[in-house]
């Protein structure tokens, strides 16, 4: 017995076209464009909808271990599932923290027994993400860890970062960065601009973010040591690695769907909803992130999707914890937001984060004969709005109630085996 | 921006009142100074209105003259003074928040050290919600107080067109400066705002002041009011301004700044003042000094606003009769 997907638009790295796909156990087996259905096939009648190659986010909290109140390894692969994700690059910031073989096989197997989606463990670049000593690189490396990140704590010290870039040179892996020199943010909840004035709330300026941006971009310059960006926020950023990349240097950058598409201004209500870190900007700045991401400056939309309990959201901003949820959102926010092609939206949501990952041999694929079965099936023009309280994540801090987003994931195919079916989580 | 929703139950801010608002609120104040000056300063205006003082930051000054206004009115009054420990417990605020609601509170007069609680407290109670400070946020009751001493030491009525006011120091920092500037230009008053650029919020432009400047000495001569704003010690080790004694050189109230101030200029503070920072002569000796007053105001303003938000009678109550008018209305 085998599955059928019908009538579909299937759109992957080679281009877009109208085909049927069959696929048999964890591979396409065929791909035509007209397959009968065997008796017995499990036929799924794809009119109207597009496939496309799994999508991939660079960018997750599972919270698992450490906050298991918040979100949960399998509570995260459900979110991700339904948001169309066949992969996910869980954060390190767990507890305890994702820097020894023994708490990456952990999360790893996690995630296998969930089966939902791939689950990806990234390692800290130093021990505890305290900035002080480097992580064993090549024994998480040999254990399967390709991104490497202190998220949240950007790493400060200079020197350090050069040795973690020359070090890593060899190692088959890529660190990626969280922009953000603490001096310049101490205290700070929101976007330093006229509405945190008003507001009287401590700003966290843009140019936190700018110079760890350019201080890695010239590291990179001199170790010829590949990095990765995580979550751009300003317009500046937008520009540095534009010019970056004009220069050839071997960087990649990624953007999240709250920084295309929702202001600082939402800070007005004081809903720690809105707070997220880096914080969110100004008009400007999401033009400019839009602007990145359709000239290819930055290759990849990942969520940062950062769960948190009701009970720590319900505080004053400053005592509150950053971030939003986003995994099941992300096609919806990215359709309704940016003005491109569907098919580069799709590229940076599948094959682009995919090779960042290092998982381009199983997701981000061509949908063609022999490949892996990892495939997200969507109807790119359905209007939706988001209910927290259908959301399969464990938390409920999403950002988006009341907006109406474009884009849903239907069926999400991993490993061969449709997860999500008809909008609905299969387990 | 999408603006708060507009609520009369509660005072957040001071946009919350808007010009005519705030002309209400001084007009019910005098009515208020006027009980506030018989042998027994009591009337039965709020009998029955339970007022619950909620600090989460230490502030005996403002939590006393709250609690001696809505005893003036004859509300019964509760406090709950939320220690650190208590904070760390893990009880969340909004738990704190509804436990006390259901004791059957008609308003929480709330301090918090973080911007924007009170707005989210007021999100969380049916009770009428009295921002008593937050953060570096809104100080509504204070911009009232000010607003209020400078017309009754003019003896003004109506609004302050007209006027000038300075106010020099640490802005950013500073809540009182926040609602009192956007007080005093709503009652059309001309305000320059006198601070090195470390101690003004990143974006104060024109809609933050009508003039921003760091040069005390050329505003100092043409002021009808000098408001100075308190410099916090603990703002040293910040980097904001290299010393006190620099900082007093350049925005203190020097004996020289005091003989250069017009004669009728008045002289404001929110206290608690730095003897010899901000002031740097004996107040005593500064004849325009309302700073007293302010204190004594105080009373008379929360009076007011407690009336205005939890009493029945809305219109202004009639002179003739005085406050039994209100008392009947208000006292249900």
């Known amino acids: 017995m085998s599955l059928l997907i019908t009538g579909a638009r299937v759109i992957d790295p080679t281009g877009e076209r109208r085909v049927d796909v069959r696929v048999a156990d964890t591979t396409i087996e065929d791909v035509a464009d007209e397959l009968t259905p065997a008796n017995g096939d499990d036929v799924i009648d794809a009119t109207g909808l597009v496939v496309s190659p799994g999508f991939v ?42 820097d020894s073989v023994e708490v990456v096989d952990f999360v790893r197997r996690q995630g296998e027994r969930a089966g939902l989606c791939e689950v990806l463990p990234s390692g800290s670049i130093t021990v505890g993400r305290r900035g002080e000593h480097l992580t064993p690189f090549a024994e998480l490396a040999a254990a399967g860890v390709k991104i490497f990140t202190d998220d949240g704590n950007g790493v400060q010290d200079p020197l350090l970062m050069r040795r973690a870039l020359e070090y890593a040179d060899g190692l088959g892996i890529t660190l990626a960065q969280h922009c953000e020199v603490k001096r310049l943010t101490t205290g700070a909840v929101m976007h330093e601009g006229a509405c945190c004035s008003r507001l009287g709330l401590p700003g966290w300026p843009s140019i936190a973010e700018e110079l760890m941006l350019h201080r890695d971009i010239e590291l990179v310059r001199l170790t010829g040591v590949g990095m990765h960006f995580l979550h751009l926020s300003t317009a500046k950023s937008v520009e540095l690695v534009r010019a970056a990349k004009a220069d050839g240097l071997p960087i990649t950058a990624e953007a999240t769907p709250h920084h295309f598409s929702l202001t600082d201004e939402r800070l007005a209500t004081y809903d720690a909803l809105y707070k997220v870190n880096p914080p969110l900007r100004t008009s400007d700045d999401l033009a400019a992130i839009r602007a990145g991401l359709a000239d290819g400056t930055i290759d990849a939309i990942a969520t940062d999707h950062a769960p948190h309990a009701p009970e720590t959201k319900e505080q004053p901003l400053d005592q509150a914890p950053p971030g939003m949820l986003g995994l099941e959102t992300a096609l919806g926010v990215s359709l309704a937001s940016l003005d491109m092609d569907l098919a580069d939206v799709i590229a940076a949501l599948s094959w682009k984060p995919a090779a960042i990952a290092g998982v381009a041999d199983r997701h981000g694929r061509p949908i063609a004969s022999g490949e892996p079965a990892n495939l997200t099936i969507f109807d790119p023009a359905e209007e939706w709005e988001v209910v927290p309280a259908r959301l399969a994540s464990k938390s409920r801090n999403t950002p988006y109630v009341g907006m109406s987003l474009r884009g849903r994931a239907v069926h999400t195919i991993y490993n061969g085996t449709p997860v999500v079916r008809d909008g609905s989580a299969v387990h | 921006m999408t603006p708060r929703r507009a609520t009369s139950r509660s005072l957040l801010t001071i946009d919350d009142l808007g010009a005519d608002g705030i002309v209400r609120i001084l ?55 939320v220690s650190q420990s208590s904070l760390n417990k893990g009880e969340s605020l909004r738990d704190t928040i509804e436990t006390i609601a259901a004791m059957g509170v008609d308003a929480f007069v709330v301090r918090h050290r973080s911007s924007g609680a009170p707005q989210l407290i007021d999100q969380w109670t049916q009770a009428s919600v009295i921002n008593a400070g937050d953060g570096w946020h809104a100080h509504p009751t204070q911009a009232l107080l ?59 432009g024109d809609s933050f002041a009508d003039v921003v400047t760091d040069r005390l000495d050329e505003v100092i001569g043409d002021v009808d009011v000098l408001y100075l704003l308190r410099m916090q010690q603990e703002r040293m080790n910040e980097a904001l301004v290299p010393s006190l004694r620099e900082y007093t050189s350049r925005f203190g109230l020097t004996a020289a700044r005091a003989a250069a101030l017009p004669s009728q200029a008045l002289i404001m503070h929110p ?58 209305g208000g006292s249900q």
Do not use: W, Y
């Open chain 2, 27 to 81: 007009d019910l104040a005098d009515h208020m100074a006027e009980v506030n000056r018989r042998p027994n300063p009591k009337v039965p205006a709020l009998r029955g209105k339970t007022v619950c003082s909620v600090f989460f930051e230490d502030s005996t000054r403002t939590r006393l003259s709250f609690e001696t206004a809505a005893k003036r009115l004859s509300a019964d009054t509760m406090t709950f003074a």
């Open chain 2, 271 to 328: 206290g608690p003042m730095n003897r010899g920072v901000e002031i740097a002569v004996d107040p005593g000796e500064l004849p325009g000094s309302v700073i007293t007053q302010q204190v004594t105001n105080g009373i008379a303003v929360r009076m007011a606003v407690l009336f205005d938000l939890l009493g029945s009678g809305r219109a202004a109550p009639d002179v003739d009769t005085g406050l039994d008018i209100i008392t009947e």
């Open chain 1, 57 to 98: 986010d660079l960018h997750v909290h599972l919270r698992e271990p450490g906050r298991e109140e918040a979100e949960t390894i399998e509570t995260g692969s459900r979110a991700a599932a339904l948001g169309g994700f066949t992969a996910v690059v869980a954060m390190p910031n767990t507890d305890p923290t994702q």
């Open chain 2, 146 to 204: 000010d607003a209020f001493t400078v017309r009754s030491a003019l003896g003004r009525t109506g609004g302050l067109d007209g006027l000038r006011m300075a106010m020099v120091g640490d802005v950013k920092h500073s809540r009182v400066a926040r609602s009192t500037i956007a007080a005093m230009r709503l009652l059309g008053v001309h305000v320059t705002v006198v601070a090195p650029r470390t101690l003004l919020p990143p974006d104060a």
